[in-house]
């Protein structure tokens, strides 16, 4: 099955810094890359997301970036804000005919903007 | 999302106990999955549905089982023979397409052991 890796588990950065978290999946045929965040206690939600036909996705602040032959994805944030602080999770999931099927996630990165 | 409604917010078991959990969604999404949350962990998926009567087995499947005889409906049943049901479960739903689709979550559920 897919195994999907995140660094680092925590980033402190100073506010309006960039950060970067970096994942990697291990299962070729995962096509799908979302990026959720989770609030303490809260839902997660998704932020963005990129599909294996595609290298780079901008919103604003926030940026994804594919490399399918190193299997590694990164989600950029630039010119963090307090309200960004949280914890950010990658996941990964299969190319599926049914377009519904489960995602591996990594195990998470707490990131703290200080202020 | 506000279409997406998980009961209870906590729930507690005693030993030897089968508890259900509630997922309903408004969004008229076909796909339904449920995932456990533990402390300092990624979700991990247990069961998933992508259409009605019909359902897979996740990564951690053991100790638990599902039901999906309506659309906007997939309950989660942790068994007696879940051993460390102690963790937050996620209820997520999406459409289906040609690809993987965006996945919605509930506010979850806290499970934990009297």
């Known amino acids: 099955g897919e195994n999907v890796e995140q660094h680092p588990s925590t980033l402190s950065v100073q506010e309006g810094d960039s950060a970067v978290i970096k994942c990697t999946y291990s299962d070729s045929a995962s096509n799908y890359f979302p990026w959720y965040k989770q609030e303490l206690g809260k839902r997660p939600q998704l932020i963005i997301d990129?599909?294996?036909?595609?290298g780079e996705k901008k919103d604003q602040r926030i940026a994804v970036t594919l490399n399918k032959t190193a299997k590694h994805f990164s989600l950029h944030i630039t010119e963090t804000q307090p309200e960004d602080s949280a914890v950010y999770f990658c996941?990964?999931?299969?190319?599926?005919?049914?377009?519904?099927?489960?995602?591996?996630f990594g195990k998470g990165t707490h990131l703290i903007i200080q202020p | 999302d506000g279409g997406i409604t998980q009961s209870p917010k906590y729930l507690f078991r005693k030993e030897g106990q089968n508890v259900t959990l509630s997922c309903e969604q408004n969004?008229?999404?076909?796909?339904m999955y449920w995932y456990r949350q533990d402390p300092g962990q990624g979700l991990r998926l247990i069961y998933y549905s992508q259409i009605v009567n019909d359902f897979q087995k996740g990564d951690i499947a053991e100790g638990y089982s599902v039901s999906r005889e309506k659309k906007e409906s997939f309950p989660l049943t942790v068994t007696s023979a879940q051993k460390n049901p102690t963790a937050f479960y996620l209820c997520?739903?999406?459409?289906?397409?040609?690809?993987?689709?965006?996945?919605?979550f509930g506010d979850g559920t806290r499970l934990s052991i009297l």
């Open positions: 969004l008229n999404h076909d796909a």
């Open positions: 990129i599909r294996s036909n595609v």
């Open positions: 996941a990964a999931g299969p190319f599926s005919g049914g377009g519904a099927d489960g995602l591996t």
């Open positions: 997520a739903s999406s459409i289906r397409g040609l690809q993987n689709q965006p996945q919605h």
